[in-house]
């Protein structure tokens, strides 16, 4: 028994053969005597019996770990001190094998993300310039049974050849009942979502999410294509309203639901469900897509 061991023992008059159960009720004792004391001082005073046991406890538990070990080695006789040594650098070596191959896989999915990455920047920095960001918002989707929009991408430009790319977003927008102006509460604060995140330059909806969005709020006025001869002022297509700031007339919205382009492109929609057209952006989207817009609905019908 070493000395400090020996010195707890005697500060709690304590044999060192005492039962680990004598100690619990000593400790048990202090502990309700110290709860009696009537001042800090007092309180604080039996602090050095308290450490004493504690070195006590701490000691008995690593003995008993130690026995227990000895106890569980003692099936490999006198060479009990060899199998304790290989054990432990087994455990030492399983830990650092497992941590090396942890650390192995961290690299491997980092290398390959930050691969990936380089891999799909080089390709987009391949790519011709993003002319247009094209939202399709309402009760229509795309053919493509994964839900992609490659196809309608290409079909866009196939219509359009001026544009080399553009970025196509279908938002999938149903009303809750048969000719119904009500929507979805789940899909409605999807496409919030997506028009926030997205900020679309052009956006293709049907009648009601037009109503739905506010009408003219938020478009740009499309008025120079009237005013540049592409269409009439009185197209029944043209979709005119006030302005509440200035008071103005200004064209937000063209109808294309009959024209070729719309009868080109991969969407499922209901025979019935129209198609609007509008720019969202900055003026900077509102100079490219008006060029677009002329050309789509100024082209001849689907037949």
């Given at each position: 028994?070493?000395?400090?061991?020996?010195?707890a023992?005697?500060?709690?008059?304590?044999?060192?053969?005492?039962?680990?159960?004598?100690?619990?009720?000593?400790?048990?004792?202090?502990?309700?005597?110290?709860?009696?004391?009537?001042?800090?001082?007092?309180?604080?005073?039996?602090?050095?019996?308290?450490?004493?046991?504690?070195?006590?406890l701490d000691t008995l538990d690593k003995q008993e770990i130690e026995e227990a070990e000895q106890e569980r080695l003692a099936k490999y006789g006198k060479f009990s001190g060899a199998a304790s040594k290989w054990e432990r650098f087994f455990r030492l070596y399983r830990t650092h094998v497992i941590v090396s191959v942890i650390a192995v896989i961290v690299l491997a999915v980092a290398g390959n993300a930050i691969y990936n990455n380089w891999q799909h920047r080089k390709y987009l920095a391949s790519l011709p310039p993003l002319d247009a960001k094209i939202m399709f918002l309402g009760n229509f989707g795309v053919q493509d049974p994964d839900g992609q929009t490659a196809d309608l991408d290409a079909a866009?430009?196939?219509?359009?050849?001026?544009?080399?790319?553009?970025?196509?977003?279908?938002?999938?927008?149903?009303?809750?009942?048969?000719?119904?102006?009500?929507?979805?509460?789940?899909?409605?604060?999807?496409?919030?979502?997506?028009?926030?995140?997205n900020h679309p330059d052009i956006i293709i909806l049907d009648e009601a999410t037009l109503e739905w969005i506010g009408g003219q709020d938020g478009f740009q006025d499309l008025s120079a294509i009237v005013e540049s001869g592409s269409l009439d002022k009185?197209?029944?297509?043209?979709?005119?309203?006030?302005?509440?700031?200035?008071?103005?007339e200004e064209l937000y919205g063209v109808d294309i639901t009959d024209s070729a382009f719309v009868a080109a492109l991969p969407v499922n929609k209901a025979e019935d469900e129209n198609m609007i057209i509008g720019v969202l952006g900055v003026d900077e989207a509102k100079d490219k897509a008006i060029p677009f817009i002329e050309h789509i609905a100024g082209g001849s019908a689907a037949q």
């Open positions: 028994m070493n000395e400090k061991l020996k010195q023992y005697d500060k709690l008059g304590l044999s060192e053969n005492v039962s680990r159960e004598e100690i619990n009720k000593r400790f048990d004792l202090l502990i309700k005597r110290r709860k009696s004391k009537a001042s800090d001082e007092e309180r604080s005073a039996p602090e050095e019996d308290f450490q004493a046991f504690k070195f006590i866009i430009i196939a219509q359009y050849p001026e544009w080399k790319r553009v970025e196509s977003n279908m938002i999938y927008l149903p009303r809750t009942g048969q000719d119904a102006d009500s929507f979805d509460m789940n899909y409605m604060q999807k496409a919030v979502v997506e028009l926030a995140a009185d197209d029944p297509r043209l979709k005119w309203g006030t302005n509440p700031e200035s008071g103005q």
